[in-house]
């Protein structure tokens, strides 16, 4: 309760600074002045068609996240209750996401951000339903649907926004704002979903939140309809005469032969992967240490939800403290995300030492509240991340670049979980900070040789 308590003026204190340090809309920036005159539109006309296109993709991505919120908080239950073997499910959808991410982005740019998003729609609904059976022949074809289905959810949907919003002509500084919406969202969304779906779980058992899921996916599958398609390629029907497989190739060869594009990867990946592992550990951690009146483990998830909202709220100031205080605006997002991973970092060290040479009666609170300190991280760097790749990745192969960075991701969550089982508790954690440290020396790289253009690629 006090943890909670405590979480709800840190999230009020921040919404207080949100509102007093975020740039002001009704100022122009040079860049928003240059689109206006070119476009012809006044300012109003310009935000009020931002506004309208955001909440389309916002009011999609959060219908999408509560749904993946709610059966993925109860997947474990589902599955025990199953008396199947848990550990192989997981690893196969972790696998299946491997094997599939270098193909699915080239098909995602050929053949239609936007059909992409429907298709994944369809995945979940069928996965969804494929859960209501206890088999585990059935439960293993759905993990395999499910590692194809999260390449699309983190690929496709990014892929469509940030190539639909360059197509209607908004300043790129703008997207910041969508991206910290997006993560703003995700941890509210979080946190409603753990409550809808304990009353579904009630009502109708373990499956459901999965019945609810499928309710949620299908009304965001009706949402995705109004959308208007957009493709990998620069050129308007450009994608009609680029062939699946030039498109793959040359998702590769930009990966090969730009290094910002490599680093963006590498960043994606150890930040992510290390994102994972302490998704795996956080619950089994606070449980070993057997606290005093034991772990109310549904009000520790709400305030690690409510850390990652707070994070989404700080990007903005954070990023124009940066812009205006310490560097330039070019450099700023790398600056905060570096800041991020440094933090994200540290906090990780907290509970590799305590666990390691203290006794655990004297380390639970240093460790929740260092937990706390990652998802609040997790929150700031999500839209910076996001920011990042629409800054260095090419829209051309936007689908392609992503899922080709999910490769790597797996492998180090394959690791990651594989390191839970094998080593102590305090060496995985130590783990996890390095994975954290190597992001912000790679993304440090970054924010030292940056140049305030964004490079274009285009189809050979």
């Not at 025990?80 to 740019?109: C, E, M, Q, R």
């Not at 310490?326 to 970092?345: D, G, N, W």
């Not at 390095?434 to 040789?449: M, N, R, V, W, Y």
Request: charged share 15%; glycine share 8%.
């Amino acid at each position: 309760l006090n943890l909670l308590l405590g979480m709800s003026a840190a999230l009020t204190t921040t919404l207080l600074v949100n509102y007093f340090y975020t740039p002001d809309d009704a100022t122009e920036s040079a860049e928003e002045t240059k689109l206006l005159k070119s476009a012809h539109k006044t300012h109003e006309a310009l935000h009020e068609e931002f506004n309208k296109f955001r909440w389309s993709y916002l009011s999609v991505y959060l219908v999408i996240m509560l749904a993946d919120w709610m059966q993925g908080t109860h997947m474990y239950t589902l599955y025990l209750s199953y008396n199947v073997n848990i550990s192989a499910l997981f690893l196969t959808g972790f696998l299946s996401g491997a094997i599939f991410a270098p193909f699915l982005g080239s098909l995602v740019d050929k053949f239609g951000r936007k059909r992409s998003c429907i298709v994944y729609c369809v995945l979940e609904i069928a996965i969804n339903w494929l859960e209501h059976y206890k088999s585990f022949e059935i439960l293993l074809l759905g993990r395999v649907l499910g590692g194809i289905s999260t390449n699309l959810l983190f690929s496709a949907f990014e892929s469509w926004m940030a190539t639909e919003h360059r197509k209607k002509g908004f300043p790129e500084e703008w997207m910041a704002r969508t991206y910290s919406e997006l993560s703003i969202g995700n941890g509210t969304t979080a946190i409603l979903a753990g409550v809808f779906a304990q009353v579904l779980e009630d009502s109708f058992g373990h499956i459901g939140p999965f019945r609810g899921a499928i309710a949620l996916t299908a009304l965001a599958l009706v949402l995705i309809l109004r959308w208007e398609e957009n493709y990998g390629e620069e050129k308007e029907g450009g994608h009609e005469n680029n062939t699946l497989y030039k498109q793959f190739k040359d998702g590769w060869k930009l990966v090969g032969s730009d290094s910002k594009v490599l680093r963006i990867g590498l960043i994606q990946a150890l930040s992510e992967g290390g994102m994972y592992t302490f998704v795996f550990m956080w619950v089994p951690t606070l449980l070993s240490m057997e606290p005093p009146g034991g772990v109310p483990t549904g009000c520790v998830f709400s305030a690690l939800m409510m850390a990652i909202t707070i994070g989404g709220i700080v990007f903005q100031p954070l990023e124009n403290f940066f812009a205006t205080k310490i560097t330039s605006k070019s450099r700023a997002p790398e600056l905060s995300a570096t800041f991020a991973y440094v933090m994200a970092s540290m906090s990780m060290s907290v509970p590799a030492i305590c666990l390691c040479c203290a006794p655990a009666s004297t380390c639970f609170e240093k460790i929740l509240i260092s937990f706390v300190v990652i998802e609040f991280c997790v929150g700031l760097s999500s839209p910076i991340a996001g920011t990042l790749r629409a800054k260095y990745v090419p829209d051309a192969y936007q689908g392609a670049i992503m899922n080709i960075f999910r490769l790597p991701l797996n492998i180090v969550v394959v690791s990651g979980t594989y390191a839970t089982d094998v080593y102590d508790q305090y060496q995985v954690f130590g783990i996890v900070s390095a994975l954290f440290l190597s992001a912000a020396a790679l993304q440090s790289t970054l924010a030292l040789g940056n140049k305030d253009e964004k490079k274009q690629v285009k189809a050979d």
